[in-house]
């Protein structure tokens, strides 16, 4: 997991199979214009999932990690906090469902971090890295969000 701003994605290509893919749409694609909705940007390697919602407390989100695909997790407008925590210390609530590549996990905050997303800026989730995204600590905040879905190769 890593947070960064968005001019500095291309330092993470090594990490990362398919940034540059990733990197060529942002440069030819004016996400703010995009509605909401899934966007296939190479087969099933790669996807962009443009979501537009108002954030929660941190009660009433759930904790996730996926197996396949690397998050790359965009904020365009608005701000959140996304929960952080290693799948290994959690407890699986919901088994993995192959088909959303998700698994769902019960709270753990004693161990878990919080990151603060601003606008144009984008958190990394590598699979088994529990993540609770769309939270405010505070204030709803109005957040229209970028999700890279990359395949861990």
């Known amino acids: 997991m890593f947070v960064d701003i968005i001019e500095n994605i291309n330092k993470y290509a090594s990490l990362i199979p398919y940034l ?48 396949k695909y690397i998050d790359i997790q965009l904020v365009l407008t608005g701000f959140e906090y996304i929960g952080y925590c290693p799948s290994e210390i959690m407890k699986l609530k919901e088994d993995y469902n192959e088909l959303k590549d998700v698994s769902f996990y019960n709270e753990i905050e004693e161990k878990a971090s919080r990151l603060y997303i601003p606008a144009d800026t984008f958190a990394v ?29």
Do not use: M
């Not at 440069?27 to 909705?37: E, F, H, R, W, Y």
């Not at 941190?58 to 996926?66: G, L, R």
């Not at 609770?132 to 709803?140: A, D, F, R, V």
């Open 125 to 153: 989730f590598f699979p088994g890295e529990a993540h609770k995204p769309g939270c405010h600590l505070s204030e709803p905040s109005s957040v229209k969000k970028a999700v890279f879905k990359i395949l861990n190769q």
């Open 20 to 67: 540059d893919g990733v990197n060529k749409f942002l440069l030819n694609n004016n996400l703010s214009s995009i509605d909401p909705g899934n966007y296939s940007i190479k087969d099933e390697s790669a996807y962009l999932i443009i979501q537009k919602y108002i954030t929660n407390p941190e009660t009433e989100k759930k904790w996730e990690s996926h197996r």
